[in-house]
């Protein structure tokens, strides 16, 4: 603007005539391989600063790995001062400025938004790099008089501010920026759900009692009005493997206290999940809840009931105040090699019917981050994704995968069978004929019954348990005698 106005050096601003303004720029962006753009990118999507009362965003496409961002004049100026006020919003102005984040102090920006890495075509610590280009142009035809036109006719180029250059550039000219994936590592920790039903009048230990049945030979069986606690487990020896890992990536350093940690976070979460007939307590919290196994590595941060009573979130955070390798080792060491999580006093509804199964599910995931960074500054980032699979070995008997984590609770179905019974005076059946007896004597009378049945069902009970001690196991028979006159 300024080379427009010493052409006419003669002239006030008010008396320069513009004509045929036009102004265009564009932006294009050449993404890498396993990157990818908003298939549906629009201009309305892109946000801008700096266009000021001059420019507009007029398009903004993706195609293939390309994608282009046009803005240009929001109209046609009557007057050069109407144009020259125009560019004189344009840019950071004031305290907008953003001479702390960028090194370009008064900038126009575009935004794009909806980029994506494409998780199955990069892997962790691949480096892409993204290349920008940036041209625009300006022409205008201007005079004070009618035989003084001047044609202005300019273009520019983009090339790379030097103090933003990226690192990896080879040149001082391209403009482009370098992005480190990081892909969390996928691992599998196996998991499973046990139950322990509580007696009637349970002690406070009972009340606290973790799951001791996986219900892999059969449903764990329960009472209507009964209690139960519900817990679920993860294999903690794999995250101990992945901990040599890390090891062997620096070497296996003798001095781990060397290695420094950075943004350091982990936790996991477990869902807990009962269908109709059974109801979550309704004092679910942190100190309700009853960690096992997890050493003062873990602590419940976070309990999350569902608001109709069936399911609740249980989150654990890694504790506080790790800032070194050794430290964080020595913290997972403590891990019990199987970590328990349990739910207490799920409730049995007392209207439940006698043979109603019920199937309890979970879910159980975790997550670590950390930076790591040697004595000798050779940095590397630590990224786990933790889900729990069923374990095969324990599944619940009833499921047909091991899809979902489950565990299947049932209450009893009265059986009836046949119950050999006779009546006997003395040791007379009176098969063969009617027992005589004088008016007036005393007779003994005998109520006998086979429990050959009986037995054969206690056995199948303890085969069902392995076969432990069935001293606390009760059958309960009841006799009646009618009398005629």
Request: negative net charge.
């Amino acid at each position: 603007m300024t080379n427009i106005e010493d052409r006419f050096p003669n002239a006030a601003s008010a008396d320069i005539k513009p004509t045929g303004t036009e102004s265009t720029f564009t932006a294009t962006l050449a993404l890498p391989e396993g990157v990818a753009a908003s298939k549906d990118l629009g201009a309305d999507q892109v946000t801008a600063t700096g266009l000021g009362d001059l420019f507009e965003v007029r398009s903004a496409t993706a195609s293939g790995q390309t994608v282009t961002v046009t803005f240009g004049l929001k109209r046609a100026y009557a007057s050069y001062e109407e144009l020259r006020a125009a560019v004189g919003t344009t840019g950071s102005q004031g305290a907008s400025r953003m001479v702390a984040k960028s090194p370009i102090a008064d900038q126009i920006t575009l935004e794009v938004p909806g980029f994506s890495l494409d998780g199955g075509a990069v892997g962790n610590g691949d480096e892409l790099t993204v290349i920008g280009t940036v041209a625009g142009t300006f022409t205008l035809v201007a005079n004070t008089t009618a035989d003084n036109a001047i044609r202005f006719n300019t273009s520019w180029n983009g090339a790379q501010v030097a103090d933003g250059r990226d690192f990896r550039a080879k040149d001082g000219t391209t403009i482009q920026q370098t992005i480190l994936v990081k892909k969390p590592l996928e691992t599998s920790l196996p998991a499973d759900m046990l139950v322990y039903v509580q007696p009637t009048n349970a002690t406070e230990a009972q009340r606290r009692q973790v799951g001791l049945d996986t219900t892999d030979m059969a449903p764990a069986g329960a009472q209507q009005g009964d209690r139960i606690n519900l817990t679920g487990t993860i294999d903690a020896k794999t995250v101990k493997t992945q901990m040599a890992g890390i090891e062997a990536q620096f070497g296996n350093p003798a001095d781990l206290a060397s290695i420094r940690l950075s943004d350091v976070s982990s936790e996991f979460t477990a869902t807990f999940t009962v269908p109709e007939g059974l109801t979550l307590s309704s004092g679910l919290s942190k100190d309700a809840v009853i960690p096992t196994g997890f050493a003062d590595t873990f602590s419940v941060s976070k309990v999350t009931p569902a608001a109709d009573g069936r399911s609740v979130a249980v989150t654990l955070a890694l504790k506080d105040g790790i800032t070194n390798y050794q430290q964080l080792r020595d913290a997972v060491n403590l891990l019990a090699d199987t970590m328990e999580l349990t739910v207490p006093d799920i409730a049995v509804d007392e209207d439940v019917v006698d043979g109603s199964t019920f199937t309890m599910v979970g879910t159980v995931g975790g997550t670590f981050d950390a930076v790591a960074t040697s004595a000798a500054g050779t940095e590397k980032d630590f990224s786990f994704i933790w889900t729990g699979p069923q374990t095969e070995a324990v599944k619940d008997k009833p499921a047909d995968d091991l899809s979902a984590i489950q565990l299947t609770l049932a209450t009893p179905n009265p059986t009836d069978l046949d119950f050999p019974s006779d009546i006997l005076s003395g040791t007379n059946t009176e098969h063969a004929e009617t027992y005589p007896v004088f008016a007036g004597t005393g007779i003994d009378l005998t109520g006998a019954f086979k429990i050959d049945g009986i037995k054969q069902q206690i056995e199948a009970i303890e085969d069902q348990f392995g076969n432990p001690d069935g001293s606390s196991i009760a059958a309960d028979v009841g006799a009646s005698a009618s009398l005629p006159r």
